[in-house]
């Protein structure tokens, strides 16, 4: 089992930068599959960006060249790096961890991108 607790959210302004990390409660070199997902009130939660234990990472079309997936497996964080952030960026982020047959998530950050 694993905890996973997100923070970093904000309130930021069109062209901002905002890093969003996952604190997990135990050694996550050994988890294969990380990922953010975002949603948004009335639509379903969607992949973001993942990564996995060999740093193969993925990312939504609409966030690729504006966003970084990165781990450390010292601290047992997983960062999502946002640039160039606009309103359609805005939404609830959530953490995931799969172990084995076995998911889990953090209980999200808020972001918002507004003038």
């Known amino acids: 089992q694993v905890q996973l607790v997100e923070s970093g959210g904000d309130l930021v302004q069109p062209g901002g930068s905002l890093r969003l990390s996952c604190a997990a409660s135990?050694?996550?070199?050994?988890?294969?599959?990380m990922g953010w997902y975002r949603q948004v009130p009335g639509k379903e939660r969607e992949v973001v960006a993942s990564i996995t234990a060999c740093i193969s990472t993925n990312y939504a079309d609409s966030v690729k060249g504006r966003f970084i997936i990165s781990r450390d497996n010292v601290k047992n964080t997983v960062y999502l790096q946002m640039n160039s952030l606009k309103p359609e960026d805005t939404g609830v982020y959530y953490c995931?961890?799969?172990?084995?047959?076995?998911?889990?998530w953090g209980q999200g950050t808020q972001v918002t991108v507004s003038s």
């Open positions: 995931k961890a799969r172990v084995s047959i076995y998911k889990y």
């Open positions: 135990r050694n996550i070199f050994s988890i294969n599959y």
